[in-house]
């Protein structure tokens, strides 16, 4: 009898049906026998055949249905049909003894009880699973991901480096450059690469594609003619991506003065998803001689951080009209912060205003190019 | 040119005891020193020892000296200028934590104590990086929608700091996913993933389970879609930590209060107390994940302003049981020996 072995689904299932059954107020008939309660020698064999054939006419009508439990008690449930579920339960009671109790209960007026036999069945140590779903996982998911890995393998990020530079500009006073900021254009990739997948449809596979290309990224900058003759920079780098054997390759070209002029900027989501990973990344770069940078892709992200979290560090705040409300949450040393997407001269104002000087925005790149 | 002493690379021949080819070393040094980059957990993960050992490299390269790796996982500088070997040391420190600092000796003076050392240790080669293995990734899904319901879920009871019973909590079985995942199961992205897809997947199930019963009753809840309304307080989805990093936790809250439910962040482990405020996380419940490091001033400190109610603390031992009683906080699961 392939309806009475226990299923663990069936647990669910049914607590699926009574929740739907009260949400609907539609009248369901159960019987609930306590099969976990005999025996067990009365559980196989005849026993179990003469189960089977009480409770063949409760389950002929369409929408009636056996659900095995984890714990082998059985519950049927069926629409109302009047004597046959009574009739049933008289003789079950009679041939499986009255320890084994056959309770005849209604839905939804007994909703809570059949949910607490659900609870007993599942006891603690049993799983209560459920039905398998198939999941919307927009156009990327792993197959996506690993085609792109391979593909960035041998890519060149060249064409999609995006170089600004961040400036130091006091009121009042001249324009100072302080470093340029490389980072990988995402959209023009995206567009050149992922031929329209969405890598926000799964943002776990999104943050290891990520790594994929900083390590493409990492390996063309650690090409030692490229990297002799480079001035101060800043990258935006995962936590994660300094656990990979391109950054051991570019760490070992960069003298310990080109280090000291290299800023990282570590994303605060990384240090969410992994807090000690983060916090051994950010040690690695202060020991290496880096300057370490937190950036934030929010502004709302500045009221999680503690008091203490930003140390010795730089704060990457990305300009939007959220941020005003937020000011009160700057760091008391604004020299730690640099402002980006500074692209009007009122971002500018409202900087000064906050006491910050560093900036990097369309406004530093014209006034750049304008050298 | 690399200065890292190797052993043999092929798995078949004998590795070279470390004490022997010191001992001859040895008499020829004199005002040099060595450092000792011991095999703790934290360096396990990843190629945190490879990273580690660059502060020992560059010493070599600054300080002379040579780099030996042991079988039991250890790095030795040997040979390098006391100055230079003493930043090497602090930079360990610094990078570990000083409770795991690195032990430097000084040679000739401490030689007994590093043949001591050296005594059980022998040569072996770096670990060969594993190739990615891409087929693995592309059939992720197959193979997580393979893991069978029953297999992936713990059940857990919640207790209040009396030890009254409170609920329970249904979580996700990381050992399983782990399993199902490797060799992937170092990618911290790719678990979340699996988390992410198997609490999608069980929603159905879940949901109703939990929208249904009395007590608290915790499930885990992927990050778009909404489990089925509730009347009944008490059902709360929890959500990991990185996903407070991601858009939309605040309004997926504001959608599941509408239908009843509470969200609980859990994963919140003694780094992240000590870098974040734990009231401004947008969730009802926060779930502590418990290590010695927890009872330190800094997390302990991050704890003040939150109500105990709040808390609940996961993965205790005795120690962690008993640090919860003084703060007044419950605890999930059954408690470990």
Redo the contacts between chains.
């Keep these: 009898m392939s309806g009475t072995t226990p299923r663990?689904?069936d647990a669910?299932?049914l607590?699926?049906l009574?929740?739907d059954a009260?949400?609907a107020g539609a009248e369901r008939e159960a019987l609930h026998l306590r099969l976990s309660r005999l025996a067990p020698q009365l559980r196989f064999g005849h026993h179990q055949r003469l189960v089977e054939e009480a409770l063949a006419p409760v389950l002929r009508p369409a929408r009636s249905r056996l659900f095995s439990l984890p714990n082998g008690d059985l519950v049927a449930v069926s629409p109302p049909q009047g004597e046959h579920l009574q009739e049933a339960q008289r003789v079950l009671s009679t041939l499986l003894g009255g320890g084994a109790g056959a309770a005849l209960l209604a839905l939804p007026r007994d909703?809570v009880a059949l949910?607490s036999a659900?609870?007993d069945a599942?006891g603690?140590?049993?799983?209560?699973?459920?039905?398998?779903?198939a999941?919307p996982?927009g156009f990327f998911?792993?197959?996506a991901?690993?085609?792109l890995?391979?593909a960035l393998q041998g890519a060149s990020l060249a064409c999609f480096l995006r170089r600004s530079p961040v400036c130091r500009l006091d009121p009042g006073g001249e324009a100072g450059f302080a470093w340029e900021e490389w980072r990988l254009a995402w959209p023009e990739l995206r567009a050149a690469l992922f031929d329209g997948a969405d890598p926000a449809a799964?943002?776990?596979?999104a943050?290891?594609l990520r790594?994929a290309a900083e390590r493409r990224l990492l390996a063309e900058l650690a090409a030692p003619a490229e990297a002799r003759h480079r001035g101060p920079i800043g990258l935006s780098l995962a936590a994660?991506t300094?656990?990979?054997?391109a950054f051991?390759r570019f760490?070992?070209v960069l003298s310990a003065g080109q280090r000291a002029r290299t800023v990282v900027a570590l994303?605060?989501?990384?240090?969410?998803?992994?807090?000690?990973?983060?916090?051994?990344a950010r040690?690695?770069l202060?020991?290496?001689g880096y300057r370490v940078a937190l950036d934030l892709?929010?502004p709302?992200?500045l009221?999680?951080?503690?008091a203490?979290?930003l140390g010795e560090d730089l704060l990457r705040l990305r300009w939007s009209p959220a941020l005003p409300a937020e000011a009160a949450l700057l760091p008391p040393r604004r020299e730690q912060v640099v402002l980006t997407g500074a692209d009007r001269a009122a971002v500018i104002g409202w900087g000064w205003e906050q006491g910050i000087t560093l900036f990097e925005g369309r406004l530093l790149t014209l006034l750049r190019e304008g050298e | 040119m690399s200065v890292m002493r190797d052993g043999p690379a092929s798995p078949g021949r004998k590795p070279a005891a470390l004490a022997p080819e010191l001992r001859a070393m040895l008499p020829r040094l004199s005002g040099v020193a060595a450092v000792l980059l011991p095999e703790i957990p934290a360096l396990r993960l990843g190629r945190r020892r490879r990273l580690a050992e660059t502060l020992l490299e560059d010493a070599a390269r600054i300080g002379g000296g040579a780099l030996y790796r042991t079988g039991s996982g250890q790095t030795l500088l040997c040979g390098a200028a006391p100055a230079v070997a003493e930043r090497a040391a602090a930079g360990l420190a610094r990078l570990l934590g000083t409770a795991l600092a690195a032990t430097l000796w000084r040679l000739p003076e401490d030689a007994a104590e590093l043949l001591a050392w050296a005594a059980p240790e022998a040569v072996a080669a770096r670990p060969a990086e594993p190739a990615t293995d891409w087929s693995a990734v592309a059939e992720l899904t197959a193979r997580l929608d393979a893991v069978q319901a029953e297999r992936a879920l713990k059940a857990e009871p919640i207790l209040g700091p009396d030890g009254a019973g409170l609920g329970r909590r249904i979580r996700l079985d990381r050992a399983t996913l782990a399993e199902a995942l490797a060799p992937l199961d170092r990618d911290r992205d790719l678990l979340a993933h699996a988390e992410e897809r198997l609490a999608s997947r069980l929603l159905p199930g879940l949901g109703a389970w939990a929208a249904a019963g009395a007590g608290l009753r915790l499930v885990p809840l992927p990050a778009r879609r909404l489990p089925p309304a509730t009347q009944s307080p008490g059902a709360v989805g929890v959500v990991p930590l990185g996903l407070v990093g991601q858009a939309g936790l605040a309004a997926q809250r504001a959608r599941l209060a509408g239908l009843g439910w509470q969200i609980a962040i859990a994963g919140i482990g003694a780094a992240a107390l000590g870098v974040l405020r734990p009231l401004a996380l947008p969730a009802d419940l926060l779930l502590l994940r418990w290590s010695g490091e927890m009872a330190e001033r800094a997390a302990v400190a991050a704890l003040r302003a939150v109500p105990p109610a709040r808390l609940l603390l996961t993965g205790a031992d005795a120690e962690g049981r008993d640090w919860a009683r003084r703060l007044g906080i419950g605890l999930v699961g059954e408690v470990a020996a």
């Excluded at chain 1, 799964?202 to 596979?205: D, G, M, S, T, V």
Aim: proline residues 6%.
């Design positions: 663990h689904g669910l299932a607590a699926h009574v929740r009260v949400a909703a949910m659900v609870e599942l603690l140590g049993a799983w209560p699973p459920a039905s398998v779903e999941m996982e998911g792993p197959e991901l690993a085609g890995e391979r799964a943002p776990w596979l943050r290891r790594r994660g300094l656990e990979e054997e051991l760490d070992a994303p605060v989501e990384d240090l969410l998803a992994d807090a000690e990973g983060f916090g051994f040690a690695l202060r020991v290496r892709a929010e709302a992200q009221a999680l951080l503690s203490e979290a």
